[in-house]
C-alpha cells in the first residue's frame, strides 16, 4: 500500500518510532521517574504527587498485591474510580508487579461489574467506596479474592482527607452503605505494602498490559488485549506527532477525561508521564463550575477533550475569566468534533484544536492532525508514524479513488485482539494485520482523511446514505442551539428518514427555526422529517453521545 506521508507528511516529525526503545511499561516508567523525579507528576484538588512520591507509592501497592493478595503475573486487577491520585499509584503498582489492569467505568451498574469482573477473571479490585455496594451484591458470583476500598479524599492529606471523604458521605450521601468486612482500606493496602519489597516482573512486549472493555454501546462489552508493546508504540507515535509543538519537563496538561478511558490512559497517563508533564486532575468534569474554578487557579499548556466537554465549558459565563494564554495545544477525540465549536474555542482561546481519530483497539490513537497550527476542522489527519491507514469495500477490497469505505488501519498499536473471543478477533482483524474500524471514511487533498460517519450510524433515505455527522453539524450552527443527535427512523415511504433530538441554548427555540435553517444548509432528502426537543442527551460517562439509545427508544414507542 502506498503511506499518506509520502505526500504531506509534517517535515519535522519522523516517519516510524523505534517500538523496541522500550520493552514494557514498568521500563518507561522507571526512565522518567529518573529523569523527572522532583518533578509534580499528578494534581488533584490542590494537593501534588511527584515523580518519586508516585515510584514509592506505586512500589508499596506492588508489593501489596505480591505479598499480601498472592497475585502472580498475568493475573487480572480491576481499578474502579474517577480521576483521583488514587489511580496513578495502583495503576503503575500493578503494571510493575506484572498485573493486567482491567480499567472500569465507576459509573456502571451491579449487572454491567459482573459481565467485566467474570468476563476478565479478575481476582482483585480497587474500588471507590462510592461504588461498594454494588460489589457488596455481586462479589460472590465472581473470582475477586482481595477487595480494597478507597475514598475520594483519601490522598489528599490529613486533615483534607477527613474532611473531603466527611462531605462525601454525610453532606452529599453519595457512599450508600455497604458491608465488606475482609476488604482492605487504601491506607492499610500502602501500609502492608510498604512492610516488604514488591519483585520487579520482566514482561514481554507482547504480554498483555490492559483488558481494556469496549463495545459496551453497540453490543456485548469485551476486552480489547493491549500489549506493553501497543501502548508503549502509541505512545511513542503520539510524542514524535507532538514534538514540534511541546518541550519535554514543562508541559501542563488537563486530565478531565477519566483515565479509565483509552484515550486519556495513553495520553494523559503515558505519554504526559514519559514527556516530564504534569497532570491536572479533574475529579467531576461534569461539574463545569468547579471545573472552569480549578482552571482559573492553575496554568496549563495541553488540553485533551471532547466536542462536549469543550463546548459545556464555553457556555459557562466564567469562561473568559480563565487565563487561556499558556494554552498550546487543545486535542479532541472520542467523537467528531464540530466545526462550530472549534470556530468558537479559536476565537475565545485564540488556540486550535487539534483533532485526532482512533479506537480502543489501536490503543488509541491511530491518526491526527500536524500541530502547525493548519485549520482542518472536520479532518482526523494523517496516520501517525508507524501506522498505515486504507479505506475499504465491502468485500475488503480497497475503495476506489475518490470513493469512501471503511477505514482499515495497521500498525503497532493495533490489539492484540478481544480477550477469549478468537472469533471476533478474526472478525476485527484480518491475517495481514488490519484492523477494521467500522468508520465510513474519505480521502482528501494531500491524503488527509475524514469521517463520514459509523456504519451501524448510516440512515438510509430513499437509496440516499445520510451521515448523521454532517446533520449534527448543521444544526449545532444554529446560535440557539446547544447540542444535537441525529438518528433514522422507520418510515413507509422512504425506508428511512431523518430526526433530530436538539437541546436548546435559547428556550424560545422554535422546530421551525430549525427546519428553515436546514432548508438553507442541507439538501431535501437530508432534511429532518422529525425534531423532538430535550433537556439532555443520553451520553457516556466520558461525554460521548449514545444515538444507539436514542434509536432503541424510538423502536420503542
Known amino acids: 500500500m502506498q503511506k499518506t506521508w509520502l505526500k504531506s507528511y509534517p517535515k519535522d516529525v519522523a516517519h516510524e518510532v523505534n517500538i523496541n526503545q522500550f520493552q514494557s511499561v514498568p521500563e518507561l516508567f522507571d526512565e522518567s521517574v ?39 503475573k498475568g493475573d487480572r486487577v480491576a481499578i474502579q474510580m474517577p480521576n483521583l491520585l488514587q489511580y496513578p499509584i495502583v495503576l503503575y503498582g500493578a503494571l510493575r508487579a506484572g498485573l493486567i489492569v482491567v480499567n472500569t467505568n465507576p459509573l456502571y451498574t451491579a449487572r454491567e461489574m459482573k459481565h467485566q469482573f467474570n468476563d476478565a477473571g479478575v481476582k482483585a479490585i480497587v474500588i471507590l467506596a462510592n461504588s ?123 486530565l478531565a477525561l477519566p483515565l479509565y478511558h483509552i484515550f486519556s490512559l495513553t495520553v494523559n497517563g503515558l505519554f504526559m508521564l514519559y514527556y516530564g508533564g504534569t497532570n491536572l486532575m479533574i475529579t467531576n468534569p461534569r461539574d463545569i ?24 465549558l464555553m457556555n459557562n459565563a466564567d469562561f473568559d475569566k480563565v487565563n487561556w494564554k499558556t494554552l498550546k495545544l487543545s486535542v479532541a477525540g472520542g467523537m467528531a468534533l464540530q466545526k462550530v465549536v472549534a470556530e468558537k474555542w479559536k476565537t475565545r482561546t485564540q488556540t486550535l484544536i487539534i483533532e ?42 480497497p475503495s476506489a479513488p475518490g470513493e469512501s469505505g471503511e477505514i482499515w488501519i495497521r500498525g503497532p498499536q493495533v490489539m492484540k485482539g478481544y480477550w477469549e473471543r478468537p472469533d471476533e478477533t478474526a472478525a476485527a482483524v484480518n491475517e495481514e494485520g488490519w484492523f477494521k474500524s467500522g468508520d465510513i471514511g474519505i480521502t ?42 441525529a438518528i433514522g427512523v422507520a418510515d413507509k415511504n422512504s425506508t428511512e428518514v431523518v430526526k433530530i433530538f436538539v437541546v436548546p441554548r435559547d428556550p424560545s427555540l422554535t422546530v421551525e427555526e430549525i427546519l428553515t435553517f436546514c432548508k438553507a444548509n442541507l439538501t431535501g432528502y437530508k432534511l429532518p422529517k422529525h425534531v423532538e426537543f430535550r433537556k439532555e442527551l443520553p451520553k457516556t460517562p466520558v461525554g460521548k453521545i449514545l444515538r444507539r439509545e436514542l434509536r432503541d427508544a424510538e423502536k420503542a414507542k
Open 356 to 397: 485526532g481519530y482512533g479506537l480502543t483497539e489501536t490503543a488509541p490513537v491511530a491518526a491526527a492532525n500536524p500541530v502547525d497550527g493548519s485549520d482542518r476542522v472536520g479532518s482526523i489527519g494523517l496516520p501517525l508514524p508507524s501506522t498505515e491507514m486504507m479505506l475499504a469495500t465491502d468485500d475488503g477490497k
Open 34 to 72: 529518573n529523569k523527572y523525579r522532583d518533578r509534580d507528576a499528578f494534581v488533584n484538588m490542590g494537593t501534588a504527587i511527584s515523580f518519586e512520591d508516585l515510584n514509592y507509592l506505586s512500589a508499596d501497592f506492588a508489593s501489596f498485591f505480591q505479598n499480601v493478595a498472592g497475585l502472580k
Open 289 to 312: 463550575p468547579g471545573f472552569i474554578k480549578t482552571l482559573r487557579k492553575n496554568h496549563f499548556t495541553v488540553f485533551p477533550g471532547l466536542n462536549t466537554l469543550f463546548n459545556g
Open 444 to 485: 482528501e487533498e494531500g491524503g488527509f482523511f475524514r469521517i463520514v460517519d459509523r456504519k451501524k450510524d448510516m440512515i438510509l433515505v430513499s437509496g440516499f446514505n445520510v451521515y448523521p455527522n454532517e446533520i449534527e453539524d448543521v444544526v449545532a450552527g444554529h446560535p440557539k442551539v446547544l447540542e444535537v443527535a
Open 132 to 254: 461498594a455496594h454494588l460489589l457488596e451484591q455481586i462479589l460472590a458470583e465472581t473470582k475477586i479474592e482481595t477487595v480494597v476500598v478507597t475514598g475520594v479524599g483519601d490522598m489528599l492529606g490529613f486533615p483534607k482527607s477527613l474532611l473531603v471523604n466527611g462531605v462525601v458521605k454525610y453532606v452529599k450521601k453519595m457512599v450508600p452503605d455497604y458491608n465488606l468486612p475482609n476488604a482492605y482500606t487504601f491506607h492499610h493496602a500502602l501500609d502492608l505494602g510498604g512492610e516488604k519489597s514488591f519483585r520487579p516482573e520482566r514482561c514481554k512486549p507482547t504480554d498483555v498490559a490492559f483488558l481494556q472493555y469496549t463495545g459496551g454501546t453497540t453490543g456485548v462489552s469485551k476486552g480489547a488485549m493491549l500489549t506493553h508493546r501497543n501502548i508503549i508504540a502509541n505512545m511513542l507515535q503520539v510524542r514524535e506527532w507532538m514534538k514540534p509543538l511541546l518541550k519535554a519537563g514543562e508541559e501542563t496538561a488537563i
